[in-house]
């Protein structure tokens, strides 16, 4: 991967966005990061905004912001997303909405404004995070499949919208990797769910890097509006 | 920004969009957007708005040509330069009150 390329991840202050973003700096890209809360992640090719990715009229600022600085955009990883166990009887609206505004639309919008600056320099990478949780239909997480599944659509038709500028846009489907997304699930709960993989364990931090790599790669230029699941997961 | 400047901007960004395409012809103010009539495809339509958008981004306007109210309205903003001028000269006009 050349060094000078920008990256523009969301969700970066912990998590798989906070490895994210020293991973690719320590392959000397700029970095672009943004979540709600401030980052402590201090570097002279880091850059923190502090946003909600579902805040649109933050988000169009945000990205005019980074194409007056850098001119460009070469990758985007759509990485903030959060979660919400719970049976769907029990589950509020609001709980509901919040999952969608952030995974959804955070991540249509950060396509939208990104994807417009790539276009105008005919090139470009998207990659969009789904979850092992919808194709395993997980029960408890009606809400966050779902949003995850409308990620996966989002990713294969945008791929097509966006082909005639040269941008690729696909998804990882990610595992149980241990954050606090997951910190909170039960024990038991959580064997279950690694006992429905093909290949029983945790997902890591490298694993999420190794398909990235791939998508981002000069030669990756072919793939777009796939769907890659960790853990032998379809 | 006044009305004069912005039909300027736009003009000039379909004009090159026609140049790079080798679309014959030139845009002036009455010049239809889209239909039957237009020498522009979808694709190039999108393209311009692009453009558009970015040039007025530049210059510290962060409006944007797909608001709701663009896609609401009765009849297009999008028909011909003149009624994407005004559109945008109001987008500006509400931007900075
Ligand atoms: N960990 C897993 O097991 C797993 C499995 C499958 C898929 N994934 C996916 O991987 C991605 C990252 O998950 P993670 O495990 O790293 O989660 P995490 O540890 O909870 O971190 C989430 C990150 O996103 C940011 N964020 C959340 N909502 C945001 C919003 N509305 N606007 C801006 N930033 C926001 C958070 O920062 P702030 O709180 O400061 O905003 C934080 O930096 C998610 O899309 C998740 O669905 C994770």
């Given at each position: 991967m050349d060094t000078n390329k920008i990256i523009l991840i969301t969700g970066t202050r912990k998590g798989i966005g906070r490895y994210l973003s020293e991973y690719y700096l320590e392959k000397g890209l700029v970095v672009i990061g943004c979540s709600r809360g401030e980052s402590d992640?201090?570097?002279?090719r880091y850059e923190h905004f502090c946003i909600d990715v579902a805040d649109e009229k933050r988000v169009v600022e945000m990205i005019a912001a980074v194409r007056k600085r850098h001119?460009?955009?070469?990758y985007l990883l759509n990485n903030a997303g959060i979660a919400a166990m719970n049976h769907s009887l029990l589950t509020p609206l609001s709980v509901v909405e919040r999952i969608f505004r952030t995974n959804v639309f955070g991540t249509f919008l950060f396509c939208r404004e990104v994807g417009k600056v790539m276009a105008k320099s005919k090139a470009g990478r998207i990659v969009n995070f789904a979850t092992v949780a919808t194709p395993l239909k997980l029960e408890g997480e009606s809400a966050y499949a779902a949003s995850k599944a409308a990620i996966v659509s989002l990713t294969q038709v945008l791929a097509r919208e966006f082909a005639p500028f040269h941008i690729t846009v696909n998804a990882l489907g990610p595992t149980p990797v241990y954050t606090d997304l997951v910190r909170n699930v039960p024990k038991e709960k959580m064997e279950r769910l690694l006992q429905m993989?093909?290949?029983r364990r945790f997902g890591t931090f490298e694993d999420i890097s190794n398909v990235l790599d791939f998508f981002l790669q000069d030669g990756s230029r072919f793939i777009t509006g796939q769907v890659i699941y960790l853990g032998g997961v379809s | 920004m006044d009305g004069k400047k912005i039909e300027e901007i736009v003009i000039t960004a379909f004009n090159e969009y026609f140049e790079t395409q080798d679309i014959q012809g030139k845009v002036d103010a009455?010049?239809?957007?889209?239909?039957?009539?237009?020498?522009?495809?979808s694709m190039g339509l999108v393209n311009v708005v692009i453009d558009i958008e970015s040039f007025f981004h530049a210059e510290g306007y962060n409006i944007s040509l797909t608001s709701e109210r663009a896609m609401s309205r009765?009849?297009?903003?999008?028909?011909t330069v003149s009624t994407l001028v005004d559109f945008i000269a109001e987008l500006i006009d509400e931007a900075s009150k």
């Amino acid at each position: 991967m050349d060094t000078n390329k920008i990256i523009l991840i969301t969700g970066t202050r912990k998590g798989i966005g906070r490895y994210l973003s020293e991973y690719y700096l320590e392959k000397g890209l700029v970095v672009i990061g943004c979540s709600r809360g401030e980052s402590d992640l201090a570097h002279p090719r880091y850059e923190h905004f502090c946003i909600d990715v579902a805040d649109e009229k933050r988000v169009v600022e945000m990205i005019a912001a980074v194409r007056k600085r850098h001119g460009r955009i070469d990758y985007l990883l759509n990485n903030a997303g959060i979660a919400a166990m719970n049976h769907s009887l029990l589950t509020p609206l609001s709980v509901v909405e919040r999952i969608f505004r952030t995974n959804v639309f955070g991540t249509f919008l950060f396509c939208r404004e990104v994807g417009k600056v790539m276009a105008k320099s005919k090139a470009g990478r998207i990659v969009n995070f789904a979850t092992v949780a919808t194709p395993l239909k997980l029960e408890g997480e009606s809400a966050y499949a779902a949003s995850k599944a409308a990620i996966v659509s989002l990713t294969q038709v945008l791929a097509r919208e966006f082909a005639p500028f040269h941008i690729t846009v696909n998804a990882l489907g990610p595992t149980p990797v241990y954050t606090d997304l997951v910190r909170n699930v039960p024990k038991e709960k959580m064997e279950r769910l690694l006992q429905m993989q093909t290949i029983r364990r945790f997902g890591t931090f490298e694993d999420i890097s190794n398909v990235l790599d791939f998508f981002l790669q000069d030669g990756s230029r072919f793939i777009t509006g796939q769907v890659i699941y960790l853990g032998g997961v379809s | 920004m006044d009305g004069k400047k912005i039909e300027e901007i736009v003009i000039t960004a379909f004009n090159e969009y026609f140049e790079t395409q080798d679309i014959q012809g030139k845009v002036d103010a009455d010049t239809v957007l889209f239909g039957e009539e237009s020498a522009l495809d979808s694709m190039g339509l999108v393209n311009v708005v692009i453009d558009i958008e970015s040039f007025f981004h530049a210059e510290g306007y962060n409006i944007s040509l797909t608001s709701e109210r663009a896609m609401s309205r009765k009849s297009s903003p999008f028909r011909t330069v003149s009624t994407l001028v005004d559109f945008i000269a109001e987008l500006i006009d509400e931007a900075s009150k």
